[in-house]
């Protein structure tokens, strides 16, 4: 799951509203219809910023030109079928093989609070993962909140980052005070949309997008924050869910301070393994033959940087032991940049950022303004209702402190990359509301990742014990990248053809 957002962030948010468009769907004769419509049209540049290459273009516009796009009207409140509406924006990439087609698969993107409007185009055009397009309908949507579909928006102005260098409690104080500010703030603008912002809902409106399409069952796919929605959705509509395989899964609980918790243990573990990887090659490094000589030198590293900040001229603010742990904390398809990097830092004395320093940091740091045109691809306040509704944490300053510290004692390496995070909620003035989980005996695979720290493994098999199925564990660190590989991918395919898979596979391999 996506799960950081710096408080200093939304400290200054300024709320603006997106007012929902009438609902398009109609229920006549307690008939739910789709209302279909033209599908966006969009300039290269705008195709190229979704991270689609020069060479794939001509295949995006070939596959856009079979989308099928469309809104179906449904509820706010499902409570209140008959009260206010609003439209979840959907899309459908009919099967190629129409004698041979087995349902339709829906795609559950990530966040919570990104896009998946445009996941049947993305989807095929991974050659790994396109043959599911062959008998299946592949499925797209906006949850409610997102993008195409109805939107309420907490803009988030410039409050400027955290002042470089170890956080101090004084500092620490007015973050958490500023947070709980904002979260008053927007969580009382629109009570009556952001309660409504629940995994359930989202569940719910996409059993009404199934009766829309005229189908009888979903088959799922649901990648990070997906799995949640896919975990809900079986749970509250058991026979009308068919095969589900959910990638780097969610824990069957909500809070934040033990997720916080939990994926600081992975990432520095993790970091062991890149330690050991980076030892075994000190000749190109120089950051120790051992990997415990690694350890002791990333950590002499974010206690230096904290120390003493090191301001460059062509990075927008100064390097400091966050910085350098989020060097640390990097997945293994990163290590060689990461490592080259931490590298440079050791010997740094310039007033320009090293060069490898300022390609992996220098993007964290910026903020992109999105093209004209181009389709909302995550939504920030969506990502924070959810969570907020649906966390049971919620701590006060002095415990979230207390738990911040620890982390970064207990994680000197990785630590100090996840800031003053794990009390996103304190001040959420909405209720609690926990997602439905139940125990099935339906089709479903618990994709976990075994070195991963977004979705630890070890949740994988507590929802395991939670809800049933069976885990299928890929050997890596790297989020959701069960469609992108291309063992892996083959049984994800072979799963929705036959129901049949096995037990795991490789994943993305460590770099040589």
Same mark, same amino acid.
């Given at each position: 799951?996506?799960?950081?957002?710096?408080?200093?962030?939304?400290?200054?948010?300024?709320?603006?509203?997106?007012?929902?468009?009438?609902?398009?769907? +109609?229920?006549?004769?307690?008939?739910?219809?789709?209302?279909?419509?033209?599908?966006?049209?969009?300039?290269?540049?705008?195709?190229?910023?979704?991270?689609?290459?020069?060479?794939?273009?001509?295949?995006?516009?070939?596959?856009?030109?079979?989308?099928?796009?469309?809104?179906?009207?449904?509820?706010?409140?499902?409570?209140?079928?008959?009260?206010?509406?609003?439209?979840?924006?959907?899309?459908?990439?009919? +099967?190629?093989?129409?004698?041979?087609?087995?349902?339709?698969?829906?795609?559950?993107?990530?966040?919570?609070?990104?896009?998946?409007?445009?996941?049947?185009?993305?989807?095929?055009?991974?050659?790994?993962?396109?043959?599911?397009?062959?008998?299946?309908? !592949?499925?797209?949507?906006?949850?409610?909140?997102?993008?195409?579909?109805?939107?309420?928006?907490?803009?988030?102005?410039?409050?400027?980052? *955290?002042?470089?260098?170890?956080?101090?409690?004084?500092?620490?104080?007015?973050?958490?005070?500023?947070?709980?500010?904002?979260?008053?703030?927007?969580?009382?603008?629109?009570?009556?949309?952001?309660?409504?912002?629940?995994?359930?809902?989202?569940?719910?409106?996409?059993?009404?997008?199934?009766?829309?399409?005229?189908?009888?069952?979903?088959?799922?796919?649901?990648?990070?924050?997906?799995?949640?929605?896919?975990?809900?959705? /079986?749970?509250?509509?058991?026979?009308?869910?068919?095969?589900?395989?959910?990638?780097?899964?969610?824990?069957?609980?909500?809070?934040? &301070?033990?997720?916080?918790?939990?994926?600081?243990?992975?990432?520095?573990?993790?970091?062991?393994?890149?330690?050991?990887?980076?030892?075994?090659?000190?000749?190109?490094?120089?950051?120790?033959?051992?990997?415990?000589?690694?350890?002791?030198?990333?950590?002499?590293?974010?206690?230096?940087?904290?120390?003493?900040?090191?301001?460059?001229?062509?990075?927008?603010?100064? !390097?400091?032991?966050?910085?350098?742990?989020?060097?640390?904390?990097?997945?293994?398809?990163?290590?060689?940049?990461?490592?080259?990097?931490?590298?440079?830092?050791?010997? +740094?004395?310039?007033?320009?950022?090293?060069?490898?320093?300022?390609? &992996?940091?220098?993007?964290?740091?910026? &903020?992109?303004?999105?093209?004209?045109?181009?389709?909302? &691809?995550?939504?920030?306040?969506?990502?924070?209702?959810?969570?907020?509704?649906?966390?049971?944490?919620?701590?006060?300053?002095?415990?979230?402190?207390?738990?911040?510290?620890?982390?970064?004692?207990?994680?000197?390496?990785?630590? /100090?990359?996840?800031?003053?995070?794990?009390?996103?909620?304190?001040?959420?003035?909405?209720?609690?509301?926990?997602?439905?989980?139940?125990?099935?005996?339906?089709?479903?695979?618990?994709?976990?990742?075994?070195?991963?720290?977004?979705? #630890?493994?070890?949740?994988?098999? *507590?929802?395991?014990?939670?809800?049933?199925?069976?885990?299928?564990?890929?050997?890596?660190? #790297?989020?959701?990248?069960?469609?992108?590989?291309?063992?892996?991918?083959?049984?994800?395919?072979?799963?929705?053809?036959?129901?049949?898979?096995?037990?795991?596979?490789?994943?993305?391999?460590?770099?040589?």
């Amino acid at each position: 799951m996506t799960m950081n957002m710096g408080l200093a962030g939304l400290a200054g948010a300024v709320l603006a509203l997106s007012l929902p468009a009438p609902a398009t769907a +109609a229920v006549q004769a307690g008939v739910l219809s789709v209302q279909w419509k033209s599908c966006p049209d969009y300039s290269d540049e705008v195709i190229r910023s979704l991270r689609v290459t020069q060479e794939q273009v001509p295949a995006f516009r070939t596959l856009m030109k079979r989308l099928e796009c469309g809104t179906v009207g449904v509820p706010l409140n499902h409570r209140d079928p008959g009260g206010r509406k609003i439209d979840i924006a959907v899309t459908r990439l009919a +099967a190629t093989d129409k004698t041979h087609r087995l349902g339709a698969l829906a795609i559950l993107p990530g966040g919570p609070g990104q896009s998946g409007y445009l996941d049947p185009v993305r989807t095929v055009l991974n050659k790994e993962a396109a043959a599911l397009n062959e008998r299946y309908d !592949i499925i797209g949507f906006d949850p409610r909140g997102v993008g195409y579909s109805t939107k309420v928006d907490c803009p988030l102005s410039p409050g400027g980052p *955290q002042e470089p260098g170890a956080l101090t409690k004084e500092a620490a104080r007015k973050m958490y005070d500023a947070q709980v500010a904002a979260n008053q703030k927007c969580g009382r603008f629109d009570r009556a949309f952001l309660g409504q912002l629940t995994t359930d809902n989202a569940a719910k409106d996409l059993d009404l997008v199934r009766t829309a399409l005229g189908e009888r069952e979903l088959n799922l796919l649901g990648l990070s924050w997906g799995s949640s929605l896919g975990m809900v959705y /079986r749970s509250l509509f058991p026979v009308r869910t068919g095969r589900a395989f959910l990638d780097s899964v969610a824990p069957p609980w909500t809070n934040l &301070m033990k997720h916080t918790k939990g994926s600081a243990q992975a990432a520095e573990r993790n970091f062991g393994r890149m330690a050991t990887w980076l030892s075994h090659r000190d000749d190109t490094y120089g950051l120790g033959a051992t990997a415990r000589q690694v350890r002791e030198q990333v950590a002499k590293l974010v206690r230096d940087y904290d120390k003493s900040p090191k301001t460059y001229t062509d990075l927008p603010r100064p !390097i400091d032991g966050s910085a350098v742990a989020d060097l640390a904390k990097r997945i293994s398809t990163e290590w060689a940049r990461a490592g080259k990097a931490l590298a440079e830092l050791r010997t +740094a004395t310039g007033t320009t950022a090293p060069p490898t320093v300022k390609e &992996m940091l220098s993007g964290g740091q910026m &903020m992109g303004t999105p093209l004209p045109g181009a389709p909302e &691809m995550l939504n920030m306040t969506m990502n924070w209702a959810v969570k907020c509704n649906e966390d049971s944490s919620r701590p006060d300053f002095g415990t979230a402190w207390r738990a911040y510290q620890q982390l970064v004692k207990r994680h000197p390496a990785t630590g /100090r990359s996840g800031g003053f995070g794990g009390a996103l909620c304190q001040g959420w003035p909405l209720p609690v509301q926990r997602p439905t989980l139940k125990r099935g005996s339906g089709s479903l695979v618990l994709a976990g990742h075994l070195y991963e720290f977004m979705s #630890v493994y070890d949740w994988t098999l *507590q929802t395991r014990r939670a809800i049933g199925g069976s885990v299928y564990t890929i050997a890596d660190d #790297v989020h959701v990248s069960a469609t992108r590989v291309p063992e892996c991918a083959a049984d994800v395919v072979e799963y929705f053809e036959t129901g049949r898979i096995d037990t795991g596979c490789k994943g993305s391999g460590t770099p040589n």
